[in-house]
């Protein structure tokens, strides 16, 4: 992706007292939950954008260039792709430019899902199919193409240099590679990686994302959810070892009513049971925060709701505290490295408070506890779709804004 001749300084976001979200438009988490915005076709007709370069522990933001976009496809267009989408559509001067995408249903399917959803509401957007391959969003045409071997898609064809891996399946080297096979110059998975893919997590590693690695992992949302405020306990008060449970909302993965699945307890009825089921988002943090190896594990319950999940994490501590200087430690980490990033909660919500969200975890304050003076217990909210797509979005614009 060549630079053009003009170069922009901008100061940086940290230095005024700002942080990650006020660069990229992201909401405040106590605001209220618009959709994502509609924007004009100009947006995405422009052949140029304000680009920017990670620095810092957060995944901030210090100078911009004007470059030709980045040509995106998306690669299976369910929950996450269609999220993903939606909040990329919502920013302002992305530097990306979604042109593709790879959808077995067909463009009528791909249009209607995009347009009306039962979690997030219809979308402020004119979304039509167009011709017998393509939709428009608010006038921007998107090709869609349909196959299931990735090695057969057309994007050397496309140009294509960025493909979000969407699907779930294509997790490892030899699977998310096909993409590279097939002419792409990068892969974002949007799921836990496997084998020695690199992750990263947006406030967490993200500033340490190397240029060179064509495929990368953009970890679980739980792990998003729980790596955040994870990072600051064991930077303020230093974790000695912990557990975690996520009760998650159900996902496409389980049954609707008892049918066959791998996992006994995920062949139940979804809408009836709370099904404990394995989870690695405890595990993974190790991936994005080294020090933590071996002293983090935790478990999942699915439980009947459609979005938005909660992380109860249980760590004793080598520093002793109390329940406000935990919190305080939330509050000044979500003011200053991690703003947009993490959030805290003094109000007494509910799950579906805290649907479209943007930030990767809320901290419920008021359920903060400490246990004698060294076991700390927290909860955390996270959307699972809306919020992890946001993340999905910032880790492709550090790809691009990095581009080699």
């Known amino acids: 992706m060549a630079s053009a001749i003009l170069s922009v300084a901008k100061p940086s976001l940290q230095a005024n007292g700002k942080g990650f979200s006020d660069f990229a438009g992201l909401r405040s988490s106590s605001a209220?939950?618009?959709?994502?915005?509609?924007?004009?076709?100009?947006?995405?007709?422009?052949?140029?954008?304000?680009?920017?370069?990670?620095?810092?522990?957060?995944?901030?933001?210090?100078?911009?260039?004007?470059?030709?976009?980045?040509?995106?496809?998306i690669n299976g267009f369910g929950r996450i792709g269609r999220n993903f989408l939606r909040c990329w559509h919502g920013r302002k001067d992305s530097p990306l430019d979604v042109v593709?995408?790879?959808?077995?249903?067909?463009?009528?399917?791909?249009?209607?899902?995009?347009?009306?959803?039962?979690?997030?509401?219809?979308?402020?957007?004119?979304?039509?199919?167009?011709?017998?391959?393509?939709?428009?969003?608010?006038?921007?045409?998107?090709?869609?193409?349909s196959n299931r071997n990735p090695v057969n898609l057309p994007w050397k064809d496309l140009g294509i240099d960025l493909v979000i891996e969407g699907t779930g399946v294509f997790v490892?080297?030899?699977?998310?590679?096909?993409?590279?096979?097939?002419?792409?110059?990068?892969?974002?998975?949007?799921?836990?990686?496997?084998?020695?893919?690199?992750?990263?997590?947006?406030g967490v590693n993200a500033n340490t994302y190397n240029?060179?690695?064509?495929?990368?992992?953009?970890?679980?949302?739980?792990?998003?959810?729980?790596?955040?405020?994870?990072?600051?306990?064991?930077?303020?008060?230093?974790?000695?070892?912990?557990?975690?449970?996520?009760?998650?909302?159900?996902?496409g993965d389980?049954?609707?009513?008892?049918?066959?699945?791998?996992?006994?307890?995920?062949?139940?009825?979804?809408?009836?049971?709370?099904?404990?089921?394995?989870?690695?988002a405890a595990k993974a943090v190790a991936l994005v925060l080294p020090t933590l190896k071996g002293k983090l594990n935790g478990i999942a319950l699915r439980v009947p709701t459609p979005n938005v999940s909660v992380v109860d994490l249980v760590v004793q501590v080598s520093k002793k505290t109390f329940a406000e200087e935990v919190n305080a430690a939330f509050r000044e980490s979500a003011d200053k490295e991690l703003n947009g990033i993490l959030s805290v909660c003094d109000e007494p919500l509910v799950s579906v408070d805290f649907r479209c969200t943007d930030v990767s975890s809320t901290v419920d304050a008021s359920l903060t506890m400490?246990?004698?003076?060294?076991?700390?217990?927290?909860?955390?909210?996270?959307?699972?779709?809306?919020?992890?797509?946001?993340?999905?979005?910032?880790?492709?614009?550090?790809?691009a804004n990095n581009w080699k």
Request: proline share 4%; with cysteine; aromatic share 6%.
């Open 32 to 73: 209220s939950l618009p959709f994502a915005r509609k924007t004009s076709s100009d947006d995405f007709l422009s052949v140029i954008a304000f680009q920017t370069s990670a620095v810092g522990s957060s995944g901030g933001y210090r100078k911009g260039v004007v470059e030709a976009k980045l040509k995106v496809a």
């Open 100 to 145: 593709a995408i790879n959808d077995t249903g067909g463009i009528k399917q791909a249009s209607h899902l995009l347009k009306y959803d039962s979690t997030l509401g219809i979308f402020d957007a004119d979304v039509k199919p167009v011709g017998t391959d393509g939709i428009s969003v608010d006038g921007k045409v998107i090709q869609v193409v």
């Open 172 to 202: 490892d080297r030899d699977g998310a590679g096909k993409h590279i096979q097939a002419g792409a110059k990068k892969v974002l998975i949007t799921a836990p990686g496997k084998g020695d893919i690199p992750t990263y997590v947006v």
């Open 211 to 251: 240029p060179d690695e064509p495929i990368i992992s953009n970890a679980s949302c739980t792990t998003n959810c729980l790596a955040p405020f994870v990072k600051v306990l064991d930077q303020k008060f230093g974790i000695i070892k912990g557990t975690m449970t996520t009760t998650h909302s159900y996902t």
């Open 254 to 280: 389980q049954r609707l009513l008892d049918a066959s699945h791998r996992d006994l307890r995920r062949a139940r009825a979804a809408a009836l049971n709370i099904v404990p089921t394995s989870t690695g």
């Open 370 to 399: 400490v246990m004698g003076d060294d076991m700390v217990k927290v909860i955390a909210w996270y959307d699972n779709e809306w919020g992890y797509s946001q993340r999905v979005v910032d880790l492709a614009d550090i790809v």
